[in-house]
């Protein structure tokens, strides 16, 4: 029974020790709740919430600037349409004028060689009748070329 009587003491002043303790805590607790501490961040805290909010305003209509601005920007790089079918209408005129001189300047060329070739042959035939009829005129014209063969040489 000693021991338990022992046990019991010291319970009791366990007991008593804890009673000073929460006396004491809430003694603190009365001290913080009224303190000016409480007041200031209570304060900080509602001013934070309204800076919180204007920001979140702020944003917003930063965001509708920005979407504005890059609507405007958007607009800004496109070309109109009456230009691209202008520059598109130029460039399809242009290739065709330019085939159509391409072919024509070939088939001149074509019709210049056939031109030239049946000049010389018309020459060269004309030539061959002259020279026929007429001998001494041939002599004299084969005696010219040799000269002339003989003067390029030297």
Known sequence: MAKLDELLEILTEEMEGFKASIKQMEALSTKLNNSEMQRGISTISYNLKEQGKTQKHQFSIQGEHINE???????????PKWIIV?????????LLISGYAIYEVRDSWDKQ????????EQINSDLQLFFESNDEVYEEFLKWKETEKSQSKK
């Open 113 to 120: 060689v056939i031109a030239f070739n049946k000049g010389k």
């Open 69 to 79: 601005l890059s609507k405007r920007v958007g607009q800004a790089k496109q070309i």
């Open 86 to 94: 202008i520059c598109s209408t130029t460039l399809l005129v242009s």
